[in-house]
DNA sequence: AAATCCTGTC
């Protein structure tokens, strides 16, 4: 104790000394344990005017706000071994600031301890002290705790049932928070702004438009919906409940707004693939003099990333390197996502370079691209590096590695990560069983695939069949095939993906019944196809293409191009694989259908309008079919391009005849 | 005297 002394005698100064109350309890001790040192204090005190008796509460006050300034958890210690000890005489706000303190550092442990001198103490039913004795409990992570203080607590306030909904909230139980509303309301309780904001997300966690509603209405019966934490929280609800058009005229009726409620509408619109409508937000963002940050930047770059329109996200990107944002986690997590998902594993690798700090994120958004690109090898090598670093890697990790196995057709190695996995303490979850039915399946090891299944130790879901039909087809299983498609049916009917993939096998097979059966099932089940589209970005526009699309200003050209490349890839050998159409027609019928799919029209139309020798990325909502893959090898060597195609889960980059995927897709 | 809204890898 004696070591504190000097600390607390240099910091003195009259401002300190002015206003305060002695406290005598302490007086006799504070004399006793600093002697002589306390004697100088004492004189100079006297110097400046004051009395005796005011050392001892100068000195806790000046005491308490040194030790708290520090972010060294052993002076958090120390001030509560000096109330332990009776050197010093707590007040109400000396608990609040210990308690602070735990939360900025995290530290249950003491957290617990202070509770527990708070209970020994003159103010354990004192309702701002228990307040955040339960928001330290939240903070720090302990639910449980802070939920038997609540339920202990005599008297409660808006505060506490608060602070009970963020718990709830935050830690992935959104229902519970909003299930407390009513008891809340029940009892005179008046919510505010901190409340609903946080109910508002609870709202938008679960997709839930009705609660969120319900809150709404409350909003303004009780007069908060002008804050601007309640307005950016209602647009972000609406948002994620979908309804995107509600957020937009909220966030237009704002009364007040920062830049927090910009990216929340960025956002909403990024995640509805809405990617040009929230690049333009982004610029009125900017025109309205509101300061991108690093979460605006992250948006958009994801926006990019997610509609695949490269040239506008190194547009972002110019933006990022101008503001001067550094390349820490989220930026440059999104950013190098967006070159890797636009299409460019080369500036992906580029960014993870120059990353400042890499964590597990950085390291699983490269193998990701590595995985979706067809670069197994670069992956697995990747790995081998990231374990060298001393990185842990997580289930993420994994997932990455089991997929860029099942794409290069690693099946061994494949095994081995899933085996590999478990050493590091991860269990392996549901999607990790899909992708070693995939490894297996695209490999033919179908017997072994459904092997794999039965003996899995969690019930297979409707996506682990789809990927094991997915490989029946591939290999011409009927027999199995039927029987994966009648358990997706069971447990996931509304998906349009099995029963066309049923028909086609069925068409190929020569079984017309059956594919009239088929497609009877999905009248009857109500699903509906989605319809297949292709798009590339031209000079910061995104044009979009469907099958035998006849509604492009350049239609006429687009067509007559693809005529040309089509003529021109037949005298190299290119015959159309017509096995890919379901229908029962004529040959010629059959291949009059393929030629003009949408990806092929796409290709057509980026030959028009983009100078030679340039890279083609086109996009695709769903997986390029087998006949536009045969034809684009060929037209890379004809066209004299590199063609990159993104499908729903994989790059497939065409040049000189052939593609990065190896025809293993 | 305390707290509430928006971002990353699958």
Excluded at 74 to 80: C, L, N
Excluded at 524 to 540: F, G, L, T, Y
Excluded at 624 to 638: E, I, M, N, P, R
Aim: with cysteine; hydrophobic share 40%; proline share 3%.
């Amino acid at each position: 104790m004696r070591r504190c002394a000097p600390f607390c005698l240099r910091k003195l100064s009259y401002n300190d000394l002015r206003g305060f109350v002695p406290v005598k309890e302490c007086h006799e001790h504070f004399w006793g344990s600093f002697g002589a040192q306390a004697v100088r204090l004492s004189t100079e005190f006297n110097v400046l005017g004051c009395e005796e008796g005011r050392h001892v509460d100068v000195f806790q006050r000046t005491h308490h706000r040194d030790l708290l300034k520090s972010s060294d958890v052993k002076t958090s210690q120390q001030a509560r071994k000096l109330v332990e000890r009776g050197c010093l005489q707590p007040d109400p706000l000396f608990y609040n600031r210990l308690l602070k303190k735990c939360v900025e550092l995290g530290d249950l442990r003491e957290g617990r301890i202070i509770h527990a001198l708070v209970l020994t103490s003159e103010f354990k039913d004192d309702i701002f002290i228990l307040n955040n004795i339960i928001n330290m409990y939240v903070k720090c992570g302990s639910l449980g705790e802070a939920r038997i203080c609540f339920d202990e607590m005599p008297a409660k306030d808006t505060f506490t049932w608060t602070t009970m909904i963020v718990a709830y909230t935050q830690n992935g139980r959104p229902e519970a928070g909003l299930s407390m509303i009513p008891k809340m309301l029940h009892l005179g309780l008046k919510p505010n702004n901190f409340t609903f904001s946080i109910l508002l997300k609870a709202s938008g966690a679960i997709s839930s438009a009705k609660h969120g509603m319900h809150i709404h209405t409350l909003c303004i019966k009780y007069g908060c919906d002008s804050n601007v934490y309640v307005g950016t929280s209602l647009v972000d609800m609406y948002a994620r409940c979908g309804l995107i058009d509600e957020a937009q005229s909220i966030f237009d009726g704002l009364v007040s707004k920062n830049e927090v409620s910009w990216n929340a509408l960025i956002a909403g619109h990024a995640r509805k693939d809405r990617g040009e409508e929230a690049l333009k937000l982004f610029q009125s963002m900017k025109r309205e003099d509101f300061d991108p940050s690093d979460f605006t930047y992250s948006t958009v770059l994801n926006a990019c990333a997610s509609a695949g329109i490269l040239e506008q996200g190194k547009w972002i990107h110019a933006h990022v390197i101008k503001c001067g944002v550094k390349l820490t986690d989220f930026v440059g997590h999104t950013l190098l996502h967006m070159y890797a998902k636009c299409g460019s594993i080369e500036d992906a690798e580029k960014v993870f370079a120059r990353l400042v700090e890499r964590d597990v994120v950085s390291w699983n958004s490269i193998l990701t691209g590595y995985a979706q690109h067809g670069l197994g090898h670069k992956s697995l090598e990747q790995f081998d590096i990231m374990l060298k670093t001393g990185m842990q890697p997580n289930a993420i990790t994994f997932l990455c590695l089991l997929t860029s196995c099942s794409h290069a057709g690693f099946v061994e190695q494949g095994q081995y990560y899933f085996e590999m996995m478990k050493t590091y303490g991860l269990e392996p979850k549901i999607e990790h069983y899909v992708t070693i039915v995939d490894l297996l399946g695209r490999a033919g090891k179908l017997d072994q695939a459904l092997k794999f299944i039965r003996d899995m130790p969690v019930k297979p879901v409707a996506e682990i069949w789809k990927c094991l039909l997915g490989a029946c087809r591939m290999h011409r299983n009927m027999e199995l095939g039927v029987y994966a498609a009648e358990q997706t049916f069971d447990l996931d009917p509304y998906d349009s993906g099995p029963y066309v993939i049923l028909a086609n096998m069925y068409a190929l097979a020569g079984r017309r019944n059956d594919v009239a059966k088929v497609r009877k099932m999905m009248k009857d089940s109500r699903v509906r196809k989605e319809p297949a589209c292709s798009w590339v970005e031209i000079e910061n526009a995104v044009h979009v293409f469907v099958a035998d699309d006849d509604t492009h200003p350049q239609s006429k050209e687009i067509y007559d191009m693809w005529e040309s490349i089509s003529a021109k890839i037949k005298e190299i050998g290119y015959v159309p694989d017509t096995s890919h159409v379901l229908l029962f027609l004529e040959d010629h019928e059959r291949e009059a259908k393929l030629q003009h799919h949408s990806e092929k029209l796409a290709l057509a139309f980026a030959c028009l309008n983009t100078p030679p020798k340039s890279t083609i990325r086109i996009k695709k909502n769903i997986r390029v079919c087998g006949d536009c893959h045969l034809a684009f090898k060929f037209a890379s060597t004809v066209i004299e391009r590199d063609i990159i195609v993104r499908d729903t889960n994989r790059f497939h980059h065409f040049r000189n005849g052939s593609c990065s995927c190896g025809d293993y897709w």
